[in-house]
């Protein structure tokens, strides 16, 4: 059984996500410890059980020490299955962080399969919002021949989720390597989107004149106010190139301006485009698994520590390194 110490650098549930989802690819047993042991509440929460249960379903694996606040788990995969499977999420765990695990283990499957997300928040904190996956993720995963779509019956804010979702993926016959070296000259995208109590206060359309105004550039933003469980907003800003794909956002809370949510999304995506990278460092850190079976090089915006903890954890699993150059934040396996 290979150990793996949850609490290493960036120390957050990502280490779960990936963990789980590598051995079920590879066939390990894994043990997973100190889980979340630098977050001010320690252990799994709603989010990492669903994803933990999800690939559990996709393995036919045992597990020991899944339930809430668990700072230990053991991982046990048996064969993957290619059955179409349903996932519940009770509360407004991240939609996207459930899928980051999902979408790992569905590369390495022999035909496609459904799935079927009922609850948790397509737009929550601290993940990227399911407007991300869509236009940022999913493309570049594309490039090298895996392909996967995403159908959002019903949306879900932060804090009551209640989304319902539809992912088809579709395992690669072949792969292409990754050679994301040059940030392109990009269009530019959004999404302006509120829960429709929102509607009288003009939410989406303040959202989006403050991003235009401070882009100072060319931009087409959408505007959408969809029925959900709660009230709540968010700005998701990309950029599309041939070869490239960075995105942006940020979510609405109660007392914050709506100009002011879309401005930092702004702010945050000018300093993307600014390093030239063509994929961003929230998106550096979710392809490290794939860069490991694809090989190639990308260059990243910056190597974070969420980056390096997904490298490390990626390097237990195979036998070999990864190369990164941190004076030029290329990144090659």
């Known amino acids: 059984m290979l150990t793996i110490d949850g609490s290493y650098k960036e120390g957050g549930g990502q280490i779960v996500r990936t963990a789980a989802a590598l051995s079920a690819v590879m066939g390990v047993p894994v043990k997973i410890t100190n889980i979340r042991a630098k977050r001010c509440t320690p252990g799994l929460k709603s989010q990492h059980i669903c994803a ?33 499977i349903h996932v519940a999420v009770p509360t407004a765990a991240s939609v996207s962080l459930v899928l980051q695990a999902i979408l790992i283990v569905g590369w390495h499957l022999k035909k496609p399969i459904t799935i079927t997300i009922d609850g948790g928040a ?8 399911i407007t991300y996956t869509q ?21 879900g804010f932060y804090p009551k989720g209640g989304a319902k979702v539809l992912v088809t993926i ?6 292409n390597p990754f050679e994301l070296q040059k940030q392109e000259d990009l269009k530019l995208f ?13 939410v989406t359309e303040r959202q989006k004149k403050a991003a235009e105004k401070q882009i100072e550039r060319e931009i087409y933003i959408k505007e959408e106010y969809v029925e959900c469980d709660c009230p709540g907003s968010a700005v998701v800003l990309w950029g599309r190139g041939k070869n490239s794909r960075v995105g942006a956002d940020d979510l609405g809370e109660r007392g914050v301006p709506a100009d002011k949510v879309g401005s930092v999304a702004c702010d945050t995506l000018a300093e993307i485009l600014e390093s030239k990278a063509p ?6 850190d979710q392809i490290m698994p ?26 237990q699993f195979v036998n070999k390194r990864f190369n990164i150059d941190y004076r030029t934040n290329l990144i090659s396996f």
């Not at 397509?122 to 990227?128: C, I, L, S, Y």
């Not at 579709?170 to 792969?175: C, D, F, Q, R, V």
């Not at 959004?190 to 003009?202: E, P, R, T």
């Not at 860069?291 to 990243?300: D, E, N, Q, S, Y």
């Open 122 to 129: 397509t737009f929550g904190k601290w993940a990227p919002p």
């Open 52 to 84: 933990i249960t999800a690939v559990a379903k996709m393995c036919n694996a045992k597990t020991k020490g899944v339930f809430l606040g668990s700072k230990e788990i053991e991982f046990y995969p048996s064969s993957l299955s290619n059955k179409d």
């Open 190 to 202: 959004g999404l302006s989107i509120a829960s429709k109590s929102l509607m009288a206060a003009h």
């Open 135 to 155: 236009e940022v993720l999913r493309p570049i995963l594309s490039k090298i021949g895996y392909d996967f779509n995403i159908s959002v019956l019903r949306h």
């Open 290 to 315: 794939y860069l490991a079976f694809a090989g190639g090089v990308i260059k990243v915006e910056k190597t974070t520590q969420h980056t390096e903890t997904n490298i490390w954890v990626t390097e």
């Open 279 to 284: 994929i961003d460092r929230n998106l550096a």
């Open 170 to 175: 579709s395992p690669p016959k072949k792969l």
